[in-house]
Every structure is written in structure tokens, then in C-alpha cells.
């Protein structure tokens, strides 16, 4: 069955504090691994798409990196507007994706 | 372009009353999905689609039912609610399925007391 584990589950930091999330999966196939944006009341909004071990990709204080068993959520210098809860994903066939419980970052100025 | 529209946005039901929530997306696209989001919890699959008149189930759809008989159309029917449906409803649509991202509509929050 596939598996994902996000940690923290809630993450606090001062404005201009670095820090990572991580997302650790478990699954046979890996067709993508997703991050995904959510703030209250909203739907999840697309980050990133990471496709295999190595690969990385930015956008703006965030940077993505992914490995054969987990991927990171880099998150440089961040902002009060940084504050939501972000969402990883795995996705293994027909467009299904299996998602973790999410990490709930909150960025004190 | 609207992308994922799900209506109503709130609604309250009674313990065995049935509603149908709505979903619609203007992206041409052929996956769509329905999936639930409870309190400090990720998203759990109920049903998905890849296209008009295929449906297929996700990993928690006992008691719903869904449709597709257009592309751009994928509604929700619960049955006889229970409590245990109270739950946020997140609508979402991809290109394909290779490795596309979702694209999510604002949610409905259904409360079943």
C-alpha cells in the first residue's frame, strides 16, 4: 500500500528563519511527487512536480528536492505569507494520488 | 477561465437526507476526481474519472455515488448521510495521467448533525 509521512506536522518559525519540511513515501511506481500549497478555506494550489531521485526545483524561498525514499520542502528567509499548510503527494497510476497529512507552517513576523 | 468550480460552497444536513454536490471545470480536462478532507488530515480519495462515463472507486467511497456524462461536469451524491460524512469535499481535475497535477476547486463544507 502506498505511504506518505509528512513531518513536522506543524512547524512555527520567525520571519528570515530557514527551515525544511520533509515527506517521506513508501510506493511501487513512482509516476511524480507533488507539493501543493493550502490556506484556510481554499483548496490545495500546485507547487511543484519532481519526477526522480536528484531532480530539484525553486520557486521563489521555496526549493524542492526529492530522493529514492523522501523529498524536501526547502524554505529560505520566509515571510508571514509563507504561513499555510503545505501538502505532498505521490501519484502512481491513473492520475491517482495518495496524499500525507500535511505540514502547517505559521511564520511570525 | 473559472478552473474547478464546486457548489455549494456550505451546507447542513439532517442524519439520512441526500444531497448532490457539484462540481464543474472549464479546462478541458479529462481526470476528475472527489476527494474528502477531514480535520488536520490529508485528502482521502472517494471516486475518480478519466473520462465521460467512466468512474472509478478511490480508497473510502462507501456511501456515495457519482456520475460523469459530460467532460466538464462530476457530481457527488451522498446517500443517506451519516455523521461521519461531515467533512470538507475538495472537487479536482488533471490533464492526464501522467504525472499532472491537480487542479482543485474551493471545497464544500458539509456538516451532517
Known amino acids: 500500500e502506498d505511504q506518505v509521512t509528512q513531518s513536522p506536522e506543524a512547524l512555527r518559525l520567525q520571519e528570515g528563519e530557514s527551515s525544511s519540511l520533509n515527506c517521506s513515501y513508501t510506493v511501487s511506481g513512482l509516476r511524480g511527487l507533488f507539493w501543493y500549497r493550502q490556506d484556510p478555506g481554499k483548496g490545495p494550489e500546485f507547487l511543484f512536480t519532481?519526477?526522480?531521485a536528484g531532480e530539484e526545483k525553486e520557486k521563489e524561498r521555496l526549493k524542492a528536492t526529492l530522493t529514492k525514499k523522501e523529498s524536501f520542502l526547502h524554505i529560505t528567509a520566509p515571510k508571514p505569507e509563507d504561513s499555510a499548510t503545505y501538502l505532498c503527494?505521490?501519484?502512481?497510476?491513473?492520475?491517482?494520488?495518495?496524499f500525507g497529512d500535511g505540514t502547517t507552517l505559521t511564520v511570525k513576523p | 477561465n473559472a478552473g474547478v468550480t464546486q457548489t455549494p460552497k456550505f451546507r447542513i444536513l439532517k442524519i439520512g437526507q441526500s444531497m448532490t454536490l457539484q462540481c464543474t471545470q472549464d479546462m478541458n480536462h479529462n481526470y476528475m476526481y472527489w476527494y474528502r478532507q477531514d480535520p488536520g488530515m490529508g485528502l482521502k480519495l472517494i471516486y475518480y474519472s478519466v473520462g465521460a462515463g467512466i468512474t472509478d472507486k478511490g480508497e473510502v467511497p462507501n456511501g456515495y455515488n457519482v456520475s460523469r456524462s459530460t467532460t466538464e461536469d462530476f457530481p457527488l451524491r451522498l446517500e443517506l448521510a451519516a455523521p461521519s460524512q461531515t467533512s470538507v469535499y475538495f472537487c479536482a481535475s488533471s490533464a492526464g495521467a501522467g504525472s499532472s497535477p491537480l487542479h482543485f476547486g474551493n471545497g464544500t463544507r458539509l456538516t451532517v448533525t
Open positions: 519532481l519526477y526522480s
Open positions: 503527494a505521490v501519484q502512481v497510476n491513473a492520475g491517482k494520488s495518495t
